[in-house]
């Protein structure tokens, strides 16, 4: 008899494990499990499709058990839910939701990629509130969005404002509430902060820092009491991994609540297998379990359980995380660590922040973006990165994981040799920069001052000195702070206040230029400590408004 | 006295050099040299601003003397012209344009960024012809397209093609000649000839293959004898390193005419620097010399030699030639060797094609590019790229070239983690892809067959299988295919043709598949021999065209 290969859940990982195991195995009994009514369906798109952008439901299906049947030979039964496994006996119990039977199934090897699913907080009224995980709840959402004219979408992750943006899209009044002063937690707060002027600008009532008090037939009441009119609420706050039913069998679960799996995929029990959602990752960084659902990794997993199964070659990698999501015309992606987490962790890091153009200036169209660099001061290894812009930014972040996933140091990304003409990079590219700025801080040719730390500096008696222009200056200024021009520096050099002087610009550029001035003349004035601030007024500001939200 | 560097060439290499030796030492003294009216102007911008795509000349002007003295304390004189270095005496001599006087300058160090100039060929007429390469160029041909109807751009390289593209958008009727088969040299054939398309359907009369004979005053005739009306005649058939100075002071050349540098970008004399268009770089794959006029290695070395110059740690490295060029709406973009320059160093290569979307195909706007990587079989080392398409090819190729220079295998490029949303990306990117196709070749799950061996092997008795569907078929086939769709395949094995077989279908994905399972069925009828067609019916039509360039 041929070998039977089960497979719990038929999307990402589990149908990407299927198709490949019948690539490499022609007579395997392949049968894959899915309890819900659709296989191969592209969850990501969902979000889209209730906001009409897809317009089509079947553009999210793409295939059927009876395409997955014909090209590969697979039996896909979907509404068959997995709801034991005996690993012993090698079998798992399915229950068929149609008719509500159940029976057993036999197996040599099991394949899990369950995924994960939605938090749901015990709210009062949590009943009400959708979630958005399958095509059925897709279908769901769009029959609720069709009757609906006020929503609150609860949590600010990378579904929930993909959900926001699209019910915007479908005319609908939105709320976007989230616990924590900022949304999308893998962006550092003042990168974050121009998210959230995305989302007010495009009509998101944005509220931060709010909890969840009480879901309403017809509305929501936060925590400090205002009510939110909802004809619609949506739960969007995170994902749990799909782990019960693992759990249940036996198998081992890690510490964040994930299958554990080995680095070929076996999990506790050796005929086991696991990949998705539903398993821990090893972290890129640190080799420390991580949960990170995205469906790059699950598809990659999928791939290299099958090659495992098949007895090849395999070693799956720590991951990054590397992500992006779309806000309003807002790219908006990161990967690695940022910077939160490694002040969390204990580690020194060192910060770089940017703001190129997408392409060059001189030609039509360029857009600013905001660049973030971690770097490790000990080693100059990239730690994480993350950008903000209309543009470009998708291409700079997988450029830097690419670098980062093979050890190019972050002065290295200035060698790297990218691609330019003026419509879509420049001459020196944004990444390039980057490795430049870090290879200044590494040499030890400036030292810089983070936007959180100039209170405290000034404080403690340092000087802000402006180096942009007279109108620059009156346009908006940083409290307190002394204009010299970078133009007029050299020849005013007898102004510069004495003592620590904090540097600052509109980016950081001119100020950088005005600290090798300071450096070099050190003798010929009473200043101290040159610090240049770090990615200048824009980031300076972008902190400001992470800091009090409220603010405009 | 303080040291004086002196620097030939003030824009990209040159200008870079000089702003990166200020912020190393306020003390130097520096005099940039420059023969044209003009510093740290945009080149890369001139077709653009002949086109009226950038409509201010002053975008095209990133500093000036007088910005550079203020800002940079750069002593920057235009309209100078070196016209002598005596290496002994460390003196050049320079001639003032403007009032024909000469004088005399003391230099410690310098450094030569000349660039390289326009091939004009000795034609008849030739005087004629205008060339693209500074400012005062780009002010001519601004008014010579004034009066023009008709124009004539002699020469498919990125700059020439950038021109005919710009004049086209200036309303004029442009015939494009190149006498080599193909435009665009990094690109092979079957990619070039989707240039080639672009080209013609945005009415550009492409004339390939076809030498100039003679310009006339309001003509150009071919070697054909054909006449083409020209009002205005550009010569843009490639530069040569402007190394006559370097020549003249006894520096050594290169074989390819560059000026020859260490890899901290000392000449033979070690007092003289040099940098950029004009001298050979170290080829990153064969470390052989190599000429790579591109702004972005230009820039690079600038700061380098700077660095250099200062006593700091540099030290060049190989280069790609990674490059992208807009044609018409088109990526067109590249990185390493291409298959042409490998089969000419008898070097041992797979090829792998394919046809990915730029984004997920279900999220609207998704549009198809055509990637190219090339292979060492021996090591799965990556030894170049290639790709054409609207959207997302300009990523990619970044992608791949870091990669590239991090020694990534080809089959490494799966494992690299990229953002992935369905507007950016696809959750298997197509990055990821190649990097299976590599590892399957590689694992010798499929051999492939290139579109220009086809008629070879059915020449030598194999019958090409189409697995495609009826209707594909129907539209269009290779002459003499035996059509079996591939989900019809596994019942109709009885069918499949006996002896060698080349499978096919519109991309290579659905061959594959049906190699797959031939691959395994192989007892079960007579075929031997089975290959999958690379990159399918779309990479082999465009070989076709590529072959015989007078197809439509
Ligand atoms: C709305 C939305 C948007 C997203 N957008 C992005 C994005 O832009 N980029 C990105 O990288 N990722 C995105 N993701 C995440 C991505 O979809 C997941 O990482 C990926 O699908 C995980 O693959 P998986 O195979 O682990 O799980 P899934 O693809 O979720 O598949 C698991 C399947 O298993 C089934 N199942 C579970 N338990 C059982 C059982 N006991 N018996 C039978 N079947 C079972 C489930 O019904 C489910 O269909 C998004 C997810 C959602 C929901
Ligand atoms: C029209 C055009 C489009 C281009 N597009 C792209 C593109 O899209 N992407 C890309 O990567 N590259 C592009 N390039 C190439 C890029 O501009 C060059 O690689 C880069 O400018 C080389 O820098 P360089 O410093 O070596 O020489 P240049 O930037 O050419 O500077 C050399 C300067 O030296 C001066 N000079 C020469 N001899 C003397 C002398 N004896 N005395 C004084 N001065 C002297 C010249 O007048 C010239 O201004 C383009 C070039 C052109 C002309
Ligand atoms: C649809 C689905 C079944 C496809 O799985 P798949 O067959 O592994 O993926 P693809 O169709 O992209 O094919 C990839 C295979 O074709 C090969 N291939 C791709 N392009 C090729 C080409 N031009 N020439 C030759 N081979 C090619 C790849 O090497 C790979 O084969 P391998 O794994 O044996 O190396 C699966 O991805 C799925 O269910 N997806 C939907 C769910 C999902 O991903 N959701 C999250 C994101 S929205
Ligand atoms: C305009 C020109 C003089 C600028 O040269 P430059 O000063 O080296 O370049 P930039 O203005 O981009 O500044 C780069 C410097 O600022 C630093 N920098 C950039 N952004 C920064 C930021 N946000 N914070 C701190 N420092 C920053 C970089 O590290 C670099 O300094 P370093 O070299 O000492 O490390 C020169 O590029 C030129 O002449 N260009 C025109 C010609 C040309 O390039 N043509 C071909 C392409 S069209």
């Given at each position: 008899?041929?070998?039977?290969?089960?497979?719990?859940?038929?999307?990402?990982?589990?149908?990407?494990?299927?198709?490949?195991?019948?690539?490499?195995?022609?007579?395997?009994?392949?049968?894959?499990?899915?309890?819900?009514?659709?296989?191969?369906?592209?969850?990501?798109?969902?979000?889209?499709?209730?906001?009409?952008?897809?317009?089509?439901?079947?553009?999210?299906?793409?295939?059927?058990?009876?395409?997955?049947?014909?090209?590969?030979?697979?039996?896909?039964?979907?509404?068959?839910?997995?709801?034991?496994?005996?690993?012993?006996?090698?079998?798992?119990?399915?229950?068929?939701?149609?008719?509500?039977?159940?029976?057993?199934?036999?197996?040599?090897?099991?394949?899990?990629?369950?995924?994960?699913?939605?938090?749901?907080?015990?709210?009062?009224?949590?009943?009400?509130?959708?979630?958005?995980?399958?095509?059925?709840?897709?279908?769901?959402?769009?029959?609720?969005v069709a009757g609906a004219h006020t929503a609150v979408v609860v949590g600010g992750g990378f579904i929930g404002i993909e959900l926001a943006e699209n019910l915007v899209h479908r005319g609908i009044?939105?709320?976007?509430?989230?616990?924590?002063?900022?949304?999308?937690?893998?962006?550092?707060?003042?990168?974050?902060?121009?998210?959230?002027?995305?989302?007010?600008?495009?009509?998101?009532?944005?509220?931060?820092?709010?909890?969840?008090?009480?879901?309403?037939?017809?509305?929501?009441?936060?925590?400090?009491?205002?009510?939110?009119?909802?004809?619609?609420?949506?739960?969007?706050?995170?994902?749990?991994?799909?782990?019960?039913?693992?759990?249940?069998?036996?198998?081992?679960?890690?510490?964040?609540?994930?299958?554990?799996?080995?680095?070929?995929?076996?999990?506790?029990?050796?005929?086991?297998?696991?990949?998705?959602?539903?398993?821990?990752?090893?972290?890129?960084?640190?080799?420390?379990?991580?949960?990170?659902?995205?469906?790059?990794?699950?598809?990659?997993?999928?791939?290299?359980?099958?090659?495992?199964?098949?007895?090849?070659?395999?070693?799956?990698?720590?991951?990054?995380?590397?992500?992006?999501?779309?806000?309003?015309?807002?790219?908006?992606?990161?990967?690695?660590?940022?910077?939160?987490?490694?002040?969390?962790?204990?580690?020194?890091?060192?910060?770089?922040?940017?703001?190129?153009?997408?392409?060059?200036?001189?030609?039509?169209?360029?857009?600013?973006?905001?660049?973030?660099?971690?770097?490790?001061?000990?080693?100059?290894?990239?730690?994480?990165?993350?950008?903000?812009?209309?543009?470009?930014?998708?291409?700079?972040?997988?450029?830097?994981?690419?670098?980062?996933?093979?050890?190019?140091?972050?002065?290295?990304?200035?060698?790297?040799?990218?691609?330019?003409?003026?419509?879509?990079?420049?001459?020196?590219?944004?990444?390039?920069?980057?490795?430049?700025?870090?290879?200044?801080?590494?040499?030890?040719?400036?030292?810089?001052?983070?936007?959180?730390?100039?209170?405290?500096?000034?404080?403690?008696?340092?000087?802000?000195?402006?180096?942009?222009?007279?109108?620059?200056?009156?346009?908006?200024?940083?409290?307190?702070?002394?204009?010299?021009?970078?133009?007029?520096?050299?020849?005013?050099?007898?102004?510069?206040?004495?003592?620590?002087?904090?540097?600052?610009?509109?980016?950081?550029?001119?100020?950088?230029?005005?600290?090798?001035?300071?450096?070099?003349?050190?003798?010929?004035?009473?200043?101290?400590?040159?610090?240049?601030?770090?990615?200048?007024?824009?980031?300076?500001?972008?902190?400001?408004?992470?800091?009090?939200?409220?603010?405009?």
């Amino acid at each position: 008899m041929n070998r039977r290969i089960v497979i719990v859940g038929g999307v990402a990982g589990g149908m990407s494990a299927a198709t490949r195991l019948r690539r490499l195995d022609e007579d395997a009994d392949i049968v894959v499990l899915e309890r819900s009514g659709n296989v191969s369906f592209a969850n990501c798109g969902l979000p889209y499709h209730v906001g009409g952008v897809i317009e089509r439901r079947s553009s999210l299906l793409l295939q059927t058990p009876e395409s997955l049947r014909t090209r590969f030979g697979l039996d896909v039964r979907v509404r068959h839910e997995v709801v034991g496994i005996d690993a012993a006996a090698r079998t798992v119990e399915v229950r068929d939701l149609d008719d509500d039977t159940t029976y057993v199934l036999g197996y040599d090897e099991l394949v899990l990629s369950p995924g994960a699913r939605p938090v749901r907080p015990p709210l009062p009224g949590i009943e009400r509130a959708l979630s958005l995980r399958d095509v059925e709840d897709a279908d769901a959402l769009v029959a609720a969005v069709a009757g609906a004219h006020t929503a609150v979408v609860v949590g600010g992750g990378f579904i929930g404002i993909e959900l926001a943006e699209n019910l915007v899209h479908r005319g609908i009044r939105v709320a976007l509430v989230e616990a924590t002063p900022q949304v999308m937690a893998p962006l550092d707060p003042e990168l974050a902060s121009l998210v959230h002027d995305r989302l007010k600008a495009s009509g998101v009532d944005l509220r931060l820092g709010s909890a969840v008090a009480s879901i309403g037939s017809d509305d929501v009441t936060l925590a400090d009491g205002s009510v939110l009119p909802a004809d619609l609420v949506v739960a969007a706050i995170g994902v749990r991994p799909e782990s019960g039913l693992a759990k249940a069998a036996g198998l081992r679960i890690g510490e964040r609540g994930g299958i554990l799996v080995d680095d070929r995929f076996a999990t506790s029990d050796p005929h086991i297998h696991a990949v998705g959602d539903a398993v821990e990752k090893s972290d890129a960084l640190d080799g420390q379990p991580a949960l990170v659902p995205l469906a790059q990794t699950a598809n990659l997993q999928g791939r290299l359980v099958a090659d495992a199964i098949m007895g090849r070659p395999v070693r799956g990698r720590g991951v990054l995380g590397t992500a992006v999501v779309g806000v309003f015309g807002l790219q908006v992606a990161a990967t690695g660590w940022n910077e939160k987490r490694l002040r969390g962790a204990g580690r020194s890091y060192r910060v770089i922040h940017t703001h190129p153009a997408d392409h060059a200036g001189y030609y039509p169209g360029a857009v600013q973006m905001a660049l973030k660099l971690l770097v490790d001061p000990a080693t100059d290894r990239i730690l994480g990165a993350q950008g903000v812009g209309e543009a470009g930014v998708d291409k700079r972040i997988d450029v830097i994981a690419t670098a980062m996933a093979n050890d190019v140091p972050a002065s290295g990304l200035a060698e790297l040799e990218l691609a330019y003409a003026p419509q879509f990079a420049s001459a020196k590219d944004p990444v390039n920069m980057l490795g430049w700025v870090a290879s200044d801080m590494r040499d030890g040719l400036v030292e810089t001052i983070q936007w959180h730390e100039v209170a405290d500096a000034v404080a403690a008696g340092a000087t802000v000195l402006d180096v942009r222009t007279e109108k620059e200056h009156r346009d908006e200024s940083i409290p307190g702070s002394v204009l010299i021009p970078l133009d007029e520096l050299r020849g005013r050099l007898g102004e510069v206040p004495s003592g620590e002087v904090v540097v600052h610009c509109a980016v950081g550029l001119r100020g950088y230029l005005a600290t090798r001035i300071l450096e070099q003349r050190r003798g010929e004035g009473s200043w101290t400590r040159v610090r240049n601030l770090d990615g200048g007024m824009k980031t300076w500001l972008a902190g400001q408004y992470a800091e009090s939200p409220s603010r405009p």
